[in-house]
């Protein structure tokens, strides 16, 4: 699905996002995806225990490969404090890059601008740990 160098360059944009905020980032790619693309991001949200940072400030963003569907979820403690249209606005940049056929670069994007949330609402902390993996996940 994506080459070494793609995941590389997304893993590399979520390292530089997670420098600035507590906040975590996943990115996780699947292939197909039968059910609603929420419930599927809801339920990958789930597996990779995203539910389970300490300030509840994890974010997912899921991408559906062949069916070319797109999902990003944030965790309770950032959709208590974000607009509703900053999860739909993010969703836009993403699929401007993706119309473009410029997947990685679409994805990185989005990360980019989710970190600077998680910045302005959960800035990084002295004590700060990464409480996830910033690897690229697959189904």
């Known amino acids: 699905m994506?080459?070494?160098?793609?995941?590389?360059?997304?893993?590399a944009a979520i390292q530089?996002?997670?420098?600035?905020?507590?906040?975590?980032?996943?990115?996780?790619?699947s292939n197909h995806c039968k059910e609603n693309v929420l419930d599927a991001a809801a339920n990958t949200f789930k597996q990779l225990k995203l539910h389970e940072t300490t300030l509840r400030?994890?974010?997912l963003i899921y991408v559906v490969m062949k069916e070319k569907k797109l999902a990003i979820l944030g965790d309770a403690g950032i959709n208590a404090l974000v607009s509703e249209d900053f999860w739909e606005d993010t969703l836009d940049l993403m699929r401007g890059y993706f119309r473009?056929?410029?997947?990685?670069?679409?994805?990185?994007?989005g990360i980019e601008q989710v970190g600077v949330l998680l910045k302005q609402y959960?800035?990084?902390r002295p004590d700060d740990i990464n409480e996830l993996p910033d690897e690229v996940s697959f189904d």
């Open 100 to 109: 473009q056929g410029k997947l990685v670069e679409g994805i990185c994007k």
């Open 57 to 59: 400030n994890g974010t």
């Open 122 to 124: 959960f800035p990084a």
């Open 16 to 29: 530089k996002a997670e420098k600035t905020t507590s906040g975590e980032i996943r990115v996780h790619i």
């Open 2 to 11: 994506l080459t070494k160098n793609e995941q590389s360059q997304i893993v």
